[in-house]
């Protein structure tokens, strides 16, 4: 069965400091796809990030980045110069190969950024 | 345009009510669906239409009926609901469903279920 965990309930990080919010997974399928999505209090999901699982290199973009490895199935986010806007909820998901449609999420991490 | 709407944006409503929420997406997308977000629980899926055919019912229980009229609308009816159906409903669009596809999301309606 799918399964994806975020241990980290809660994390604070200083403005411009970087920051990783850690996402483990588990599937049997060789083929499947990562997402990180961020919730701002407004209640939009907002995607920021994805990783396929046959991806040759860590997917990156803007100040984002995923922190993949795939022996220890973790995808790891990277937010390098932390803003006070990157105060949110942030979601790991996973979608299988031939599960088609179905996206599993996990609990998320709510990240407080202080000045 | 904001390209997922979702309305309305908050809802009230007691348990013999009949009411609906709306979807609309303004990205060309053929795959809506909808999710609910509970209070600390992870998103759930709940339906899915692709070329407004449903493809998925993620064993949802029968006083939510959605409704797909074509590509860019979808709706979710509600009728007899339980407190504990409380929740942040969502809605999201994609090309199509899909390994890589990327699902953009609304803003979500706040249901309170008295």
């Known amino acids: 069965a799918q399964k994806i965990t975020q241990t980290q309930p809660g994390m604070f990080v200083q403005e411009k400091e970087a920051v990783t919010l850690d996402c483990t997974y588990d599937?049997?399928?060789?083929?499947?796809?990562l997402f990180w999505y961020k919730q701002p209090s407004s209640g939009e999901m907002i995607f920021l990030i994805y990783?396929?699982?046959?991806?040759?290199q860590n997917a990156t973009e803007g100040r984002y980045s995923l922190n993949f490895q795939k022996a220890r199935k973790s995808a790891n986010l990277v937010i390098s110069a932390s803003q006070l806007g990157d105060s949110a909820m942030y979601f790991c998901?996973?979608?299988?190969?031939?599960?088609?449609?179905?996206?599993?999420f996990g609990a998320g991490t709510r990240l407080f950024v202080k000045a | 345009e904001t390209g997922v709407t979702q309305t309305p944006r908050h809802l009230v409503m007691g348990m013999t009510n009949k009411k609906s929420l709306k979807c609309e997406q303004h990205?060309?997308?053929?795959?809506m669906y909808w999710y609910k977000q509970s209070a600390k629980k992870p998103l759930e899926l709940m339906f899915v239409y692709s070329l407004e055919e449903r493809v998925e019912n993620n064993s949802v229980p029968s006083r939510f009926s959605p409704e797909c009229p074509n590509s860019s609308h979808l709706f979710l009816h509600l009728h007899t609901l339980q407190p504990e159906d409380s929740a942040l409903y969502l809605c999201?669009?994609?090309?199509?469903?899909?390994?890589?596809?990327?699902?953009?999301f609304g803003p979500g309606t706040r249901l309170l279920v008295l």
């Open positions: 599937t049997s399928d060789p083929s499947y796809g």
């Open positions: 990205l060309g997308h053929n795959a």
């Open positions: 990783q396929g699982s046959y991806d040759q």
């Open positions: 998901a996973m979608r299988e190969g031939d599960g088609g449609f179905k996206t599993i």
């Open positions: 999201a669009s994609s090309q199509l469903p899909g390994l890589r596809e990327t699902q953009y």
